[in-house]
């Protein structure tokens, strides 16, 4: 752990009431209510979870609940259900075999809807596509694609036959792709010949062919037409998407699979260079992400519901695709960039599909915020209820302009916290009920116990930093690190004894409210994006002109945190702006664009201890802008620290 005190500066006494009106229709709509289903949840937590899980279809009903040999957990074991049948099959018994499931907007302005109707239709249709190139149950399928109804429809597809998918990015470079492709195994790719981005073309089939030249295991990539551009082609390998849909059948029974069969692997940033593969789990998932996402978006049928965030994030898996289509929900899409081609998109888009509730990050509203109130004004809101936030702490100043500009005053803001390996929503407010504190995530939901501990593991009191730990299992937590259980443990359970550990500093305050404070690992949260600063120092001294490199954040008006590099040259090798531009476009190249330092700092030589550990408290300072305040006293060379200074001024 990189510090064991946290100091905590934020006072914010503002708080918004739900009004009466939200509240009457919500579907929790007291704080009173939320109290008692909490106190029932931590009475009864089995009780409670499979009350939960019994909303969803269950082929083959379960009968144990949860199982728990830490760290080791499995729910519901002895049932069985498919994800695709409960997102989809389900609904179309009913009213909602017509309701638009999809609304999906591309970045040229194209649209398409999908029914639930249609949208079955079209995932049985490339299951069957999937099965006669060979895809079986257990197998891995690499989803590497635009923001399109084809990736959704490949998810689901995936899921019906017990396929295990693993989204990649479509921002991840080629050597990025490639390592999740091995390290999941996966025998196929599922791309698209480009997807549109801010008025240009993001070229995703070359990054597969530059991939999978080394990944024998890859025997078909399909390839979405989208854009139309020119891509290279392998016969045999390669396939388009309609090619491999000439003739199948629409008929797929979906496959039941046990409630613990992985639903999918998803690679996050850890504390080392190399990414972990979260594996989620069936029932457990979509047990916790169907009921957060119909107790904290308060979802009812006649909301359209856009969640921003890309697919290739967990934040798309759970409320993009899988929360919503499980609750019979109409969920919107959107292909590209919130500046393309004006900077009123999101808003245009909210205006004309008529979206009640609008999901996105705080980087998004601080670029907003730059932007300038004149481009939501311009529109007409006035279909939005509700507000949500996700993926980092979000600064009351934002949290007011997003509440008064977007929401008109009138909508609930709803600060969700979680992660990629919690799967769901853990810490928020429900709408209808909590009075919300502009800055905080609030209360954990039913069934949620955090804590704030210290290193020993030691409550905190109110209003004392810590670390926030997770004390019970809950049914959509990750189940492992893929083909890894020994840094699954070390990662998550070895830090506090016995509890899961978040990576997360926060407070709990005099109400039992939460206020996160940003990782206290080295983990970095760039626009929203985990960034292991590892990750980032293995690209950097990948290149032969690098001796060593040092990665630290730095607090950034917009992203929230921004990478800085400081790096030291191999000998005789001159610093210059050359340098800097091709150890940019180096990281560039390693992981992606986005994850491109904002500086780069040359120095002869890096803070190290005594036991040569790199320093980063001090880094973190300089980067920061301060002048390195700190105890210096377990520093190596003391003359390091002046020079690093002195390139400052
Ligand atoms: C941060 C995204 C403060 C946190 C769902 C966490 C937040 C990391 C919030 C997970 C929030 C997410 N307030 N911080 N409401 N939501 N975070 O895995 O540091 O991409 O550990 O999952 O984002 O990022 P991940």
Redesign the pocket.
């Known amino acids: 752990m990189a510090e064991d005190h946290i100091t905590s500066l934020l006072k914010e006494s503002r708080q918004f009431s739900p009004s009466a009106e939200f509240a009457a229709r919500a579907h929790v709509s007291s704080m009173a209510r939320y109290e008692e289903i909490y106190a029932h949840a931590v009475r009864d937590p089995d009780g409670y979870w499979a009350e939960v899980a019994r909303e969803l279809r269950w082929t083959k009903p379960f009968t144990k609940v949860l199982e728990w040999e830490a760290p080791f957990c499995k729910w519901f074991s002895d049932g069985r259900l498919n994800v695709s049948d409960n997102c989809l099959d389900r609904h179309l018994e009913g009213p909602r075999r017509n309701k638009a499931a999809l609304i999906w907007e591309g970045e040229p302005g194209d649209v398409r809807t999908l029914t639930y109707l249609q949208l079955h239709r079209e995932v049985c249709r490339f299951a069957n596509a999937l099965k006669r190139l060979g895809v079986c149950k257990g197998d891995r399928v690499c989803l590497y694609m635009p923001m399109i109804p084809e990736l959704a429809i490949s998810m689901l597809a995936c899921a019906r036959l017990g396929a295990t998918h693993s989204i990649v990015f479509g921002g991840f470079s080629a050597d990025a792709l490639r390592d999740r492709i091995l390290d999941a195994d996966a025998k196929l790719v599922v791309t698209a010949d480009g997807g549109h981005r801010r008025g240009g073309v993001v070229a995703l089939k070359d990054a597969v062919d530059e991939a999978i030249t080394q990944c024998p295991a890859v025997q078909r990539v399909v390839v979405v037409r989208r854009t139309g551009s020119k891509v290279a082609w392998k016969e045999g390998r390669d396939l388009w998407w309609d090619e491999a849909l000439s003739g199948v059948s629409a008929d797929c029974p979906a496959e039941p699979v046990d409630a613990e069969h992985p639903l999918f692997i998803l690679y ?1 940033s850890g504390t080392t260079g190399r990414p972990k593969g979260v594996v989620h789990s069936t029932g457990g998932y979509l047990t916790q992400v169907a009921s957060t996402t119909r107790m904290v978006f308060d979802l009812g049928d006649e909301d359209v519901f856009w969640c921003t965030a890309d697919i290739g ?3 798309g898996h759970s409320y993009v695709v899988y929360g919503p289509l499980a609750n019979g929900a109409t969920s919107l899409m959107y292909e590209g960039a919130p500046n393309f081609p004006g900077l009123d998109r999101f808003w245009d888009i909210i205006e004309r599909h008529r979206v009640s509730i609008f999901y996105t990050a705080p980087t998004a509203i601080r670029t907003f915020i730059r932007w300038g109130e004149e481009h939501p004004t311009k529109h007409d809101l006035s279909s939005l209820r509700l507000l949500g ?6 600064n009351p100043e934002a949290w007011m302009w997003y509440h008064a500009n977007i929401g008109g005053g009138r909508c609930p803001v709803v ?7 919690t799967g769901a929503i853990l810490i928020s407010p429900l709408p209808g009920a909590t009075p919300t504190k502009p800055g905080s ?1 609030t209360r954990p939901l039913p069934g949620i116990v955090p804590a704030v501990v210290d290193k020993e593991g030691r409550p905190q009191p109110p209003d004392k930093g810590g670390f926030l730990v997770i004390e019970r299992p809950w049914p959509a937590m990750l189940r492992t690190i893929y083909r890894d259980p020994d840094r699954y443990r070390a990662q998550y359970f070895s830090q506090i004894e016995g509890k899961y550990f ?3 500093g926060a407070r709990r305050d005099t109400d039992g409210y939460y206020w ?1 404070m ?2 206290i690992d080295d983990v970095l ?1 760039v626009s ?3 960034l292991g600063t590892a990750e980032v120092e293995s690209a950097l001294v990948s290149h032969d002109l690098v001796a060593e490199a040092a990665v630290v954040g730095r607090p950034d008006e917009i992203t929230g945190q921004a990478v800085v590099a400081f790096v030291t040259l191999t000998s005789g090798t001159i610093p210059s702006d050359e340098v800097k531009h091709d150890l940019t476009e180096h990281v560039a190249a390693q992981i992606g664009k986005f994850a491109r330092p904002a500086a780069i700092r040359f120095a002869d030589a890096l803070p190290k201890t005594r036991s040569g550990k790199i320093m980063r408290r001090l880094l973190k300072e300089i980067a920061g802008g301060s002048s390195a305040q700190g105890d210096t006293t377990t520093l190596e060379d003391i003359s390091v620290l002046a020079k690093l200074r002195e390139d400052e001024e």
């Open positions: 996050t994030w967990v934040t936030t996700v993926g980092e702490p979000i600060d969700t916290w979680w992660q990629t390996e995530a978040t990576g997360d996160l940003g990782r949260n929203g994006h985990r």
